[in-house]
């Protein structure tokens, strides 16, 4: 079968491997551009987050590559995504196409579901379980380099003599991962893609602000979302930490790691109940940015999200109370990447001056 | 004893009031609400709530800020479930409402903010009921089981009365006050249109600006959510296969199967707030069913708080006049051949 997936950031170089393993035929849809937004927004209920409607888009343009599946993953609420799957499969049928859309929800919650439409794709794919958890063993590790790849680039970024120069390198990392295939190829990839980051010629003297980037899953990840944010952000000289990566997001879905706990245990005082997607995070992370010393917090957010609606109205309070600043920005369709460059550059600016303030304090 | 505990008169206010309101009383306090919806609650809401949430939101931190200073303590029940259905709950913002109105408004009462999860362990009602009861220091049992009863029997008189298609603000007297009914007059009507939507939509009036009044002058029968039969309600699940997250969600999507397939009607139109999240999904599932069932007109009905009466006016008559002359056409086109 031709199979496609959606594109969460650099993701995609793992899931075409995974689907290709498994004896399907991938599909890596295009990744997102003004023309996925259009496709995307035309068919989607107009109060739709963006994630909805670039996933759309996406699936569209998937559908024009010919694809006859699609996989993602869906959920149980209360956040709208987790229903997302269903209404997409609706507004295909609606435009005529017979793609499906394979719905992934959590393991725990609907064991028996995820089960079976596993062995579906197996199955059609003439794989045996005991090939796949071989190649989703593989596969998780690329996922992983793939991340540590991504933070080290956020590291080194704000330092960079030559502006672009980061992202430039990053671009080729990609494609140097996507031609790994094996765990060895992986490993090796992995160690030359590091060693081509810090090649790169910076200048150590700087000391950056510190920036922490909270807020929904999608946006976080997915550099079309957020228009690029960290890079922006990055070019300015500031050093950016985000909440959230897909492998430590699977890590905490799959129980195999429990750093969300802290958070939540952080927003307790102001927040108690989970009101889904990942508000609770958001308030959570922001408070623990603050105590490791970070000069400031993003809060991204799809417009008309409504876990981070919540977050919002709390972390007015947190901001008081810890002395951070939080800058929300909610992201549409109408976004613009200039508008969204001014109001970084003014936040940024501010927190400049905090920290000058701060110093100068300190030496008198 | 002259206890006031206030409650918000909005939002869940429209389906669980009569059941709260007896039972605060009937163990002794006295139960303040606010004015129902007005330009005052309306500019608070706007002044207090985070900026990005909807309408309805808004006026809730409107009525709070209302009520705030008049009474001794607010009753702000976090809603988590009322039923055990899939992974039903209630849209975020209501699971995490306590706290936006902890967070945003300043010089609040005491704050009893229970959960309301009703879809966990047994006789979970009377439960919550005795938690609310201690926390207002309220430990004689059997008071506060008269008080539960009492308003399980109010609350049950509430919804049949609603189901028989009385509107909340005079169902709401009888069943609180116990006095009899006076059945509404049934307009003369030639055209019937399921209104749907969340209670705190469909029957605020200032919300919406008069739309059953409109509706009854323009010869509409409205039929609501609340007025489908309730086990007929409950067998429109079978028509997905993923249950909706959010209980009033899933009550409009149900009722839209019904008036759909069961009790047919000339059009729908779906009340919705401005930048609702839940409605996203909604309308397009309704706008979808209706238009792969038969064709049924729909117009959606979006409000936020700066809709105009001119605006909700236009938009009915055309629909109305659309489905008058689609009925027409249908009849000419019926007695050319027969």
């Known amino acids: ?364 | 004893m002259g206890v006031k505990i206030g409650f918000p008169r909005t939002l869940f206010y429209f389906i669980y009031f009569p059941f709260w309101y007896t039972f605060f009383t009937g163990l002794g306090y006295e139960v303040v609400t606010s004015r129902p919806t007005n330009k005052l609650s309306l500019d608070l809401g706007v002044q207090e709530a985070v900026n990005d949430a909807c309408l309805p939101i808004k006026l809730y931190h409107g009525h709070v800020a209302e009520l705030k200073d008049k009474v001794d303590i607010l009753f702000l029940p976090r809603m988590v479930s009322v039923r055990k259905l899939d992974a039903e709950t209630f849209c975020p913002k209501f699971l995490g409402l306590p706290d936006m109105v902890r967070n945003s408004i300043a010089g609040l009462p005491e704050i009893i903010d229970e959960k309301v999860d009703l879809a966990r362990g047994f006789f979970p009602l009377w439960k919550l009921s005795l938690k609310v009861a201690r926390r207002l220091g309220q430990h004689r049992e059997w008071d506060v089981w008269r008080a539960f009863v009492k308003g399980k029997a109010a609350q049950d008189n509430y919804i049949r009365h609603l189901a028989a298609g009385v509107l909340p603000q005079a169902a709401m007297e009888t069943a609180v006050t116990g006095e009899p009914l006076r059945m509404p007059e049934i307009p003369r009507a030639d055209l019937d249109l399921a209104i749907l939507g969340y209670p705190y939509l469909v029957y605020d009036s200032f919300v919406n600006i008069g739309l059953f009044e409109k509706l009854a002058q323009m010869g509409v029968r409205a039929w609501t959510v609340e007025m489908v039969p309730p086990h007929r309600l409950e067998a429109q699940g079978r028509h997905l296969s993923k249950q909706l997250f959010w209980h009033f969600s899933n009550r409009a999507v149900r009722a839209a199967f019904y008036y759909l397939t069961e009790k047919r009607v000339d059009g729908i139109i779906h009340v919705t707030a401005f930048g609702c999240g839940p409605d996203a999904m909604v309308d397009k599932l309704m706008e979808l069913e209706a238009k792969n069932r038969g064709n049924v007109p729909y117009l959606t009905l979006s409000l936020d708080e700066h809709t105009g009466e001119a605006g909700v006016l236009t938009r009915i008559e055309a629909f109305t006049d659309m489905l008058r002359i689609r009925r027409r056409e249908h009849e000419s086109v019926v007695s050319h051949h027969g």
């Not at chain 1, 998937?62 to 209404?87: D, F, L, M, T």
């Not at chain 1, 725990?108 to 958890?133: E, P, V």
């Not at chain 1, 001056?353 to 304090?361: A, H, I, T, V």
Request: charge should be positive; hydrophobic fraction near 40%.
């Open chain 1, 1 to 364: 079968m031709k199979v496609s997936f959606p594109i969460m950031g650099n993701s995609y170089v793992a899931f075409k491997q995974l689907v290709e393993q498994i004896g399907h035929e991938p599909v890596v849809p295009p990744l997102p551009s003004s023309r996925t937004m259009t496709l995307g927004t035309t068919y989607s209920p107009e109060f739709a987050c963006i994630p909805f409607k670039i996933l759309m888009g996406t699936y569209l343009e998937a559908i024009e590559k010919g694809a006859e599946v699609i996989i993602s993953s869906g959920g149980h609420g209360p956040c709208r995504a987790g229903y997302y799957g269903e209404i997409h499969q609706r507004i295909i049928n609606d435009l005529g196409y017979k793609t499906k859309v394979i719905i992934f929800d959590s393991v725990s919650m609907a064991f028996k579901d995820f089960f079976q439409k596993l062995h579906y794709i197996l199955r059609t794919g003439n794989t045996s379980w005991w090939q796949f958890i071989k190649v989703y063993k593989t596969v998780w590790e690329k996922l992983l380099a793939l991340d540590e790849i991504e933070l080290l680039a956020h590291q080194v970024r704000p330092y960079e003599v030559e502006k672009g120069k980061t992202s430039e390198v990053y671009r080729r990392c990609l494609e140097i991962m996507d031609q790994a295939r094996t765990r060895d190829q992986i490993r090796e990839a992995r160690e030359a893609c590091f060693r081509l980051l810090q090649d790169i010629p910076q200048d150590k003297s700087r000391k950056p602000l510190k920036i922490g980037i909270v807020g929904e899953i999608y946006v976080q990840i997915e550099p079309f979302a957020n228009l690029d944010i960290q890079a922006t952000l990055g070019e300015m000289g500031v050093y950016t930490k985000r909440g959230i990566h897909l492998s430590e997001w699977w890590m905490e879905t799959t129980h195999q790691s429990h750093n969300e706990e802290k958070a939540k245990t952080a927003a307790r005082p102001y927040l108690k109940q989970m009101i889904g997607g990942h508000g609770i995070l958001s308030v959570g992370e922001t408070i623990l940015y603050a105590r490791r010393g970070f000069d400031g917090v993003v809060q991204l957010a799809p417009f008309s999200c409504i876990p981070e609606i919540v977050a919002k109205s709390i972390l007015n309070q947190v901001s008081r109370d810890y002395g951070i600043p939080v800058l929300t920005i909610f992201l549409d369709e109408q976004t613009g990447r200039e508008g969204l460059r001014t109001r970084l550059e003014a936040f940024v600016d501010l927190l400049q001056q905090r920290r000058q303030k701060r110093l100068g304090g300190a030496v008198s």
